[in-house]
């Protein structure tokens, strides 16, 4: 017999582990990786699975781009790849919105830093991002 449920989630708290931004941080310029939004998730707060990280990304693709491709990583745009979206088709001058979603099971917390990119491949001159969201949930 499976085993039942022993406590409510009615009354917990996520709260300090939930973190988020809606700052962009960037644009790429031609076709270049670009961080286009930037997290850290601050606190001493223990890990038990992973940190649940999602993304979204709209922008408009710039001149002679051809694909697009979203990354979540660790740290920096060099750092660990915790989920790439793969390239998508896209056509120069239009709008786009991408999602992602991963796992992080080797968060550093305090203070893991996480970033969100885009490239436009191909493009010979600048996308411009309109609107991001990157979101964390420390489990």
């Excluded at 740290?75 to 992080?104: E, F």
Aim: without cysteine.
């Amino acid at each position: 017999m499976p085993e039942p449920i022993q406590v409510s989630g009615a009354n917990v708290d996520l709260s300090p582990r939930y973190f988020y931004t809606e700052a962009i941080t960037g644009s790429p310029a031609a076709a270049t990786e670009t961080i286009v939004a930037t997290l850290a998730v601050r606190g001493d707060i223990s890990v038990m699975e992973g940190v649940r990280l999602s993304g979204y990304v709209a922008f408009t693709a710039g001149t002679d781009g051809v694909s697009a491709v979203v990354r979540i990583r660790q740290t920096d745009a060099s750092g660990t790849i915790i989920k790439a979206s793969g390239a998508v088709n896209v056509t120069a001058a239009q709008l786009y919105d991408r999602a992602i979603v991963g796992v992080d099971e080797a968060a550093a917390l305090p203070n893991q830093v996480y970033v969100m990119t885009l490239t436009v491949a191909s493009g010979s001159a600048a996308s411009t991002v309109s609107s991001v969201l990157l979101d964390a949930l420390v489990v």
